[in-house]
């Protein structure tokens, strides 16, 4: 029996055959302008989260109390390879890294710029975040006092790779040192702060320069996405700054909110007027009907099998507008993950706020599960009215009548 | 045969360098002697307006120097100290010693064409450079300074036009990395003074930039005088301001 | 024809109220997202101009690419006499910038000091409501610092603190002093706020032989979009090759662009809703159009044109969309201008942001009658192109088809 009522929903489907197509193109083409959408802005938020982290602040870093306020030597972590290797046995931690950094002046023979001297471990920070990703010109590799420059800040001292630099700052001892550089790569991080201002030289390197030992951090970085990880960690260690990534960075935390607010007005307002076109369809469509159920149900037909009927009919069309959709936004989605927009003529702001000139999408497994809740939640809906209408009916009358 | 040859070369190469290295102290000798006193004045110009300013300074060795301004009255009694790469500066109006931080190294001292840098990096001539001579006419010799691979200095090169005959150069230029002249020094008058020979009018001037420069005609020279350790103390800043 | 048209409208009220309500909504949509699209991109840009930078800032070339005492303005009277004359000019101001060192005992930052007029600047920036602590600079108010908080956070210093001052006077010369801290400001621009120091320009410029000479010039306008006419009004005025004019447009150039970044992305999204809208309306019409073929048929039987039967469909959907944007645009208007002088303001995540950077937690509408009219006549072009369908439907059958069809 079900059999047959499929096949009727089917077919009935089909009996205006312009109208569901036009029904089933509203829904592919809006769902996949959504699904678009949602994916090109949660790949901006996403790309520039995971920069940021992979880049500087991790999902947790660890300073000294007062660096954040003063970034000074003197505030260093004093036992920070003790701390690292607690940190590595603790559960939940993924990766670990311990920076160095001083704040100072960068020269050449024709200009100087202040800069930031971060001292890394190169493998380290790849395990940590993928650093070589980063890479824009040149080859990663600190032999020879080789150090690594942010892309801006290679802008702003006119610095190639092979270009040399020299750095000055004050010592542990609160001497004036310098140390000669030479640029071996270029990065981009994305990160202005980074892009702007850092130079990257070898942790041990800096350690010497610094006067500093291998017992001490400005930084300690770590990824770790569990969520009770922040709370452990601040605990743990009571007379250090612990600080999770979005209280270092606001803003993003800001946009990610924003991003969120926006796709679900969007989801809401593109949903709400689909289910206002697959109503009116359906609407039309049973109540073009009326005599052909008023036959049904006198022929005795159960009022179920109709209702049944109906609401296949109204999931077929939502389910073929769902498929295109999924379909066409798919495509779509995976073009752009692949491809991204390219937004140049705007790069300079895209810089300052973080973002890369291409944009990439990203794919969600959620954005499709929740569109097709939402548009056969949307075709269920749509048909109630008209049944209650057709409840309503008395058989022999709706016979009789001539329409 | 060949062998000999290759052999006298290398050798005579190594003379050379030697010999440029030789020239280079003794340069570098007469500027600062085992310690020097001088009283200079120094005059700037700056868009199309002279300035002058006159000043006693006293060095001892490379990593020890103070300096007092005595003219013009408004900056009369500012007070240098640079001691091991640190730098202190004693300001009478404000009654206070600052310490220059490193990002304030390279700002131009007292507004010429002199960085702090400069003065807290003077032995570096001998230290982190490889003399090459590359030119020799009689007395006067052209040698070119090579920054060795990790010294931590800006400039691509230095050229020195040296004679021998005093140890002391007539013109440094000064090149950035890509070769191109960035700013030179001229020195002239050329005065003995003991057993040393120093030029009395030095004048620095950028390559580039035309109607600015800072000269300094030396007043007084004093070499090897024992001066007072009192100098290179912080507290000389104060005490020796007056 | 038009009676026709009206009739049908009343006839088929399910169509017709469904078109109404959606084009309604619609227009309420489009023009409040807009509204509040150009009216969040113009507080971002008050709000900032508001801080420091003009609308208009008067530079000597090379200032700002080189910077220096080269490239300082050398007779500022002059200029400013001239900007006097202009009318649409509200207020100007000259600063006098420097970069110099502040030390306070142990600590020691490098830091930007600048000379400003403490009168004109109320009337210039929002300077003064950054204020924090202490009270504000005024003319008499001598060695008093008006500091960034962050700054002073960095120094360790407190109101009535001295603070040692030493960098070079504008012809070059040492020049050092003590400035008292008078008071505190927070902008909620981290960098301004760990950098930023000022000074009042009658005692500054004693110090600095900074008298008559200036950074830049600063101009505050009557009507901020008369920027672009006032500068070249400006340029011609002052007629001097050696220094340039711009407009916040150029001053501002990375904050332009997020915010055509931000249209763009804001333009797409409406495009979104629109398409969907768009698709709604023209099924509807589809649907009713389909249910009338057998009507149509006999129109073009009894000697109805195509023309006609377009004319026909147009004023049964003009007339919709009259009624529709009848009633929605004075709402969507009266919303936009209530919003537009009662901005919403956003509680609670506000005060959190305030904290780290944005300056203002108002976010007001813009009320603007030509955005107004460009946004109708897109609602009414959307409408008028989604009865191309269901009129080229209705000619894919002959008229006597038509009056057969089932």
């Excluded at chain 1, 022929?299 to 109709?306: N, S, V």
């Amino acid at each position: 029996m079900y059999k047959l009522i499929l096949k009727l929903a089917w077919k009935n489907s089909f009996l205006r055959r312009v109208r569901t197509l036009l029904v089933i193109i509203m829904i592919a083409v809006s769902m996949s302008m959504m699904l678009v959408l949602e994916g090109v802005y949660d790949g901006l938020v996403k790309n520039m989260v995971d920069k940021n982290k992979r880049s500087q602040s991790g999902d947790i870093s660890i300073f000294a109390k007062e660096y954040r306020v003063s970034r000074d030597l003197a505030n260093r972590i004093k036992n920070a390879d003790e701390i690292k290797a607690q940190l590595q046995s603790t559960k939940g931690v993924e990766a670990v890294v311990l920076r160095v950094k001083a704040d100072g002046l960068l020269s050449t023979a024709r200009k100087s710029s202040f800069a930031s001297l971060i001292g890394i471990d190169l493998k380290e920070e790849e395990r940590f975040g993928k650093f070589s990703e980063f890479l824009k010109e040149g080859v990663i590799d600190f032999q020879k006092q080789g150090a690594i420059v942010g892309i801006e800040l290679a802008k702003t001292l006119k610095l190639r790779i092979g270009s040399k630099v020299v750095f000055s700052t004050q010592d542990i001892k609160g001497e004036i040192n310098s140390i000669a550089l030479h640029v071996r790569a270029i990065v981009q991080t994305t990160n202005i702060g980074l892009d702007k201002g850092a130079i990257f030289i070898d942790i041990n390197q800096a350690h010497k320069f610094l006067g500093t030992t291998s017992q001490d951090a400005m930084q300690i970085a770590i990824r770790g996405e569990d969520r009770e990880l922040y709370g452990k960690l601040k605990r743990a260690f009571p007379n250090l700054d612990v600080k999770e990534f979005l209280e270092l960075q606001p803003m993003m935390k800001m946009m990610q909110d924003v991003m969120i607010i926006f796709n679900s007005v969007t989801f809401l307002i593109v949903m709400g007027v689909v289910f206002i076109g697959i109503f009116g369809v359906m609407y039309v469509s049973i109540l073009e009907r009326v005599r052909e159920f008023g036959i049904m149900i006198s022929l005795g037909m159960p009022y179920r099998y109709i209702r049944a009927q109906i609401f296949l009919e109204s999931i077929v069309v939502g389910l073929l507008g769902y498929l295109a959709g999924a379909v066409l936004g798919a495509i779509l989605l995976i073009y752009l993950e692949r491809y991204g927009i390219d937004l140049s003529a705007f790069s300079d702001a895209l810089e300052m706020w973080g973002y890369e000139a291409v944009i990439y999408a990203t794919i969600k497994v959620s954005y499709f599960t929740t569109t097709f809740g939402a548009i056969i939640t949307a075709s269920l809906l749509s048909v109630i009215i008209p049944l209650s209408r057709i409840k309503k009916l008395n058989p022999i009358e709706v016979i009789k009548a001539d329409k | 045969m060949s062998k000999i040859i290759l052999i006298i070369f290398i050798s005579m190469l190594n003379l050379m360098a030697d010999e440029a290295r030789e020239i280079i102290k003794k340069l570098d000798e007469n500027f600062r002697g085992k310690s020097i006193y001088m009283k200079l004045e120094m005059k700037i110009l700056f868009m199309g307006h002279e300035r002058s300013m006159k000043m006693q300074s006293y060095s001892e060795g490379t990593k020890k120097s103070f300096v007092k301004i005595t003219y013009p009255p408004k900056d009369k009694g500012i007070t240098f100290l640079s001691l091991d790469g640190q730098m202190w500066q004693y300001v009478p109006k404000i009654e206070r010693i600052i310490k220059i931080p490193s990002s304030m190294m390279l700002q131009k001292w007292m507004g010429s064409d002199i960085t702090n840098d400069d003065i807290v990096k003077q032995s570096s001539i001998v230290e982190d450079y490889e003399p090459k001579i590359i030119k020799k006419e009689g007395s006067l010799v052209t040698i070119e300074l090579l920054p060795k691979e990790n010294a931590p200095v800006v400039w691509g090169k230095i050229v020195l036009n040296i004679d021998t005959k005093s140890y002391t150069s007539s013109k440094d230029i000064f090149y950035d990395e890509e070769g191109k002249e960035v700013r030179y020094f001229i020195y002239e008058n050329v005065k003995k003074v003991g057993n040393y020979y120093i030029p009395t009018y030095w004048r620095v001037q950028s390559s580039d930039v035309e109607g600015r420069y800072t000269e300094i005609f030396l007043e007084e020279v004093e070499y090897d005088t024992k001066i007072s350790e009192e100098y290179f103390r912080k507290s000389a800043l104060k005490r020796f301001s007056k | 024809m038009f009676k026709l048209a009206l009739k049908n409208t009343l006839f088929y009220k399910g169509r017709s109220i469904t078109t109404a309500v959606l084009t309604f909504a619609s227009t309420i949509l489009f023009i409040l997202y807009i509204s509040l699209l150009n009216g969040s991109h113009k507080s971002m840009l008050e709000n900032s101009l508001k801080i420091y930078t003009g609308a208009i800032e008067i530079y000597h070339k090379g200032y700002r690419d080189i910077g220096g005492n080269e490239y300082l303005i050398q007779d500022v009277k002059a200029i400013t006499d001239k900007l006097a004359k202009i009318d649409a000019i509200e207020a100007y101001s000259s600063r006098y910038e420097t970069y110099g060192l502040l030390s306070n005992k142990e600590h020691s930052a490098a830091a930007m000091v600048a000379g400003i007029e403490p009168k004109r600047e109320k009337i210039l920036s929002s300077l003064e409501s950054a204020l924090r602590e202490g009270s504000f600079l005024d003319e008499n108010s001598a060695n008093c610092l008006y500091m960034g908080i962050e700054l002073a956070k960095k120094l360790k210093l407190g109101i009535g603190d001295e603070v040692a001052f030493i960098g070079s006077a504008s012809d070059g010369s040492f020049a050092a002093d003590i400035f008292r801290v008078c008071a505190t400001f927070k902008t909620g621009s981290f960098e301004f706020d760990s950098s930023a120091s000022f000074i009042t320009r009658s005692y500054f410029d004693e110090l600095m032989y900074a008298k008559n000479r200036a950074s830049y010039i600063t101009i505050k306008l009557k009507n901020i979009e008369d920027a672009e006419e006032v500068n070249s009004q400006i340029i011609t005025m002052i007629d001097d090759e050696s220094l340039e004019s711009l407009t916040w447009k150029i001053l501002m150039k990375n904050m332009v662009e997020s915010m055509e970044i931000d249209a763009v992305f804001g333009y797409i999204s409406l495009s979104l809703f629109m398409v969907v809208i768009f698709f709604v309306i023209m099924i509807y019409g589809f649907i009713n159009v389909s249910s009338r073929i057998k009507g149509f048929g006999i129109l073009r039987c009894i000697g109805l044109s195509k023309r006609d039967v377009f004319l026909l469909l147009f004023y049964e959907i003009l007339i919709l969309t009259i009624l529709a944007t009848a009633l929605a645009a004075p709402i969507a208007a009266y919303i936009c201008y209530y919003y537009s002088i009662n901005p919403i303001v956003i509680e609670g995540i506000a005060d959190m942001y305030k904290d780290y950077g944005i300056i203002s937690n108002e976010i007001p509408f813009d009320f603007n009658l030509v955005t107004f009219g460009w946004n109708l006549g897109v609602i009414y072009l959307l409408n008028f192109l989604s009865i191309l369908y269901p009129y080229m439907y209705i000619n894919s059958f002959g008229p006597f088809e038509a009056t057969r069809h089932v």
